[in-house]
């Protein structure tokens, strides 16, 4: 069985950093690509940074290039986002999602994160 642990979030002032992480049990091979998802009060989920299986590849949403650097460790099945210059807005809860070749689809069950002023 396939669970996603996220971890790391917690609250932090404006302009600060935090990052989170996101543990893949029950899987084998690292054939699967991984996304970052948050949602925030009020608002719809939204896409925040993506990796493909390899690390070579990623890609941001507009809001937080520049800030947020997506990661993975495969050896540990492990997913990072270290946010920096954190702001506001960004406070959400974040969900790690996981994509198998297969097309199945996994989400963790979110860690929040809260910037405060």
């Known amino acids: 069985q396939v669970q996603l642990v996220e971890s790391g979030g917690g609250t932090v002032q404006a302009g600060g950093s935090l990052r989170l992480s996101c543990v893949a049990l029950g899987l084998g091979r690292a054939d699967y690509d991984m996304d970052w998802y948050r949602q925030g009060p009020g608002k719809e989920r939204e896409f925040v940074a993506g990796i493909d299986e390899s690390g070579g590849r990623t890609r941001y949403a507009n809001s937080v290039q520049g800030r947020f650097t997506i990661s993975r460790d495969n050896s540990k099945k492990t997913l990072y986002l270290q946010m920096n210059r954190l702001k506001l807005e960004d406070t959400a809860t974040y969900y790690c999602?996981?994509?198998?070749?297969?097309?199945?689809?996994?989400w963790g069950q979110g860690t929040q994160v809260t910037v405060s002023s």
């Open positions: 999602n996981l994509t198998r070749h297969s097309g199945v689809n996994y």
